[in-house]
């Protein structure tokens, strides 16, 4: 009996010890968390969309065989669009006219560079500032991919050397390498960090009706630059492409590495249409 006396003693000793050890395991857990600064957080968002830009130019490299469908999809789509350009130039040209000027204006601002960064950045640095993961991880999204693409955008304006609708010279026009701001047509940049940016943000969403909203308002810059003849109708929609495929090409980096906690969501899928006298891009969502 006094045995197991001692032994009673020895358990009730041991077991509040058990306890309060493990209350202790999970206050140092919770102040760990808790002691993760806005620096801290910056840094790895900074990481995060490094990795996204460094995984958007090595997937070329990663193409299985459906990639290579599509990349011919893209091209048929251009070659069709290419035969229509200054037909379509006519036509926006002259909706341009009785556009207002406030809408247009809106397309060209949601397109520039410091300003569709600057919505860019205050989303981010919303979410930053709130320590909310799903805002930080949309603007690291937004980020990632508007550089990635811009990048792209750049060196293909040079490459090209398309000429303006505007410049009266003709879609075959053509001065590789050239830098004058009439030959830099082909892809439209305007195009691109607009349709980033609209793209990235309605995925945020589950609503059809938020999304088409989004997107609405993202179409206004393509068009805005086919009513104002700064681009042809081919140039605006590679900008639309390459936009939509750097943005699916980061998120699918940022779910795979799993650099942020959700689940992934559903994704639109995108898929080309071509049909008589029409060629588009469809998104099932």
Do not use: C
Request: hydrophobic content about 40%; overall charge positive.
């Amino acid at each position: 009996m006094h045995k197991i006396h001692n032994l009673f003693i020895a358990v009730s000793l041991l077991i509040p010890q058990g306890i309060f050890s493990q209350n202790d395991t999970l206050l140092v857990t919770e102040k760990t968390t808790l002691k993760q600064t806005v620096w801290q957080n910056l840094k790895y968002d900074g990481l995060s969309a490094f990795g996204g830009v460094k995984y958007t130019y090595s997937r070329p490299f990663h193409w299985e065989e459906r990639d290579f469908i599509r990349l011919t999809g893209f091209v048929a789509s251009e070659v069709i669009l290419y035969s229509l350009d200054t037909n379509l130039d006519s036509y926006f040209s002259g909706q341009g006219e009785n556009v207002p000027d406030w809408l247009v204006r809106s397309g060209w601002y949601l397109g520039k560079p410091q300003y569709n960064y600057a919505i860019i950045g205050s989303i981010y640095t919303f979410g930053l500032l709130t320590k909310n993961e799903k805002i930080r991880r949309t603007g690291v999204l937004m980020i990632s991919s508007a550089t990635a693409a811009g990048l792209l955008q750049t060196t293909f304006k040079t490459v090209a050397g398309r000429a303006r609708p505007g410049a009266g010279l003709g879609k075959h026009d053509f001065d590789m390498f050239s830098n004058k701001a009439s030959h830099h047509s082909f892809p439209s940049g305007h195009t691109i960090l607009s349709f980033t940016l609209a793209h990235a943000l309605a995925k945020q969403f589950d609503n059809l009706w938020i999304k088409s909203g989004i997107y609405a308002i993202g179409s206004i810059t393509p068009l805005s630059r086919m009513w104002e003849r700064a681009h042809w109708a081919t140039d605006v929609f590679a900008g639309m492409m390459i936009g939509i495929i750097s943005v699916e090409s980061v998120d699918k980096y940022l779910n795979t590495s799993n650099r942020y906690e959700g689940s992934q969501k559903d994704r639109i899928s995108w898929r080309f249409t071509m049909g008589v006298g029409t060629v588009g891009v469809t998104g099932i969502f």
